[in-house]
């Protein structure tokens, strides 16, 4: 037995730390500082755990169809992932040949290179390139923030070969998305993927969808595991979807602390991205380096987000937390620039 020669060579993925004390302000891996619906608690709390003997509906039914109602479409349309990670994975197994390659914004989320070296396959940078097979076109697009209108997008994917996943894992915080492309009758080769771990307050639940072409949701469904979202994530996840007011609530609270936060941070000397996600991607004033700005946040029991290398390494991704959280980062900022 041995490990195969592209596994040796692969560089994991390095997801942001999860620190153990609950003391720390924590605003480095785009988690949302509010609670999920009250409906999902009440979910949980009544689950009959007797329910737990059996294996989960393999197509998550009531989900789906929940999902397609609100989407504007058929349940067929409609596919569900243990994350959205997975289903970027489904995709990487049922989208690409051996010889083809998988492409993406650059700088985008670093996960869909790994996925590549995973499935053995070449990842390319933008510009968008014909010869790749699936493009992964993240919008709102992380770690940047910024916004492609999708009139752009849907013009875009016509001419590509391949297939196109609007990656919207940030849409809901967003002025528009590309929904209405990926429900539209015509639509042969756009798939629009959503997440409910931002606006849904729900990454620890591990629940992600996506919408598209009958064909290419099917061929998602071939290629997953049997149980792929249990029965308590699908009874929960439901709750949550059921609840828009609540998700859009949240969504404004954090909406509002962006702008403030943006401001803030400019008039501290910043370069800030516009953003339209729950992050902003912010160069400190000149003179400081991001990497120290990360490690002195950090010895201050902030945690942000720094990514080395040529096109992120002069910024940080700093997560929107409550008002309360962005002011302790800011007057750890104006200790350290004040000093
Ligand atoms: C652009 C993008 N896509 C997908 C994901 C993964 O989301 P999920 O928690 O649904 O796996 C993330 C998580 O940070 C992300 O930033």
Known sequence: ?????????????????????????????????????????????????????????????ALRAEIAALAGTTPDRVFVGNGSDEILSLMARAFVEDDESIGSLDPSYSLYKTLAAIRNVKWVGAPIDSNTSLFLWTN???????????????????????????????????RDNCMALATAPGNRSLIVMRTLSKSYSLAGLRVGYCVGPKDLIEALYKVKDSYNVDAVAQAVALAAVKDQRWMRANVRKVVKTRTAFTKALARRGWDVLPSEANFVFARPPQGAAAADVFKYLKSRQIFVRYFPGPLTGDRLRITIGTDGEMKTLLDALDDRFKA
């Open 140 to 174: 709102p697009n992380a770690p940047t923030g910024e916004f492609a209108d999708p009139k752009q997008i849907a013009a875009v994917a016509r001419r590509y070969p391949g297939v196109t996943v609007v990656d919207e894992a940030y849409a809901d915080f967003a």
């Open 1 to 61: 037995m041995r490990t195969a020669a592209h596994v040796l060579r692969l560089e994991p993925y390095t997801p942001g730390e999860q620190p153990a004390s609950k003391r720390v302000v924590k605003l480095n891996t785009n988690e949302n500082p509010y609670p999920p619906s009250p409906k999902c608690a009440k979910v949980m709390k009544d689950f009959d755990l007797d329910r737990l003997r059996r294996y989960p509906d393999p197509v998550f039914g």
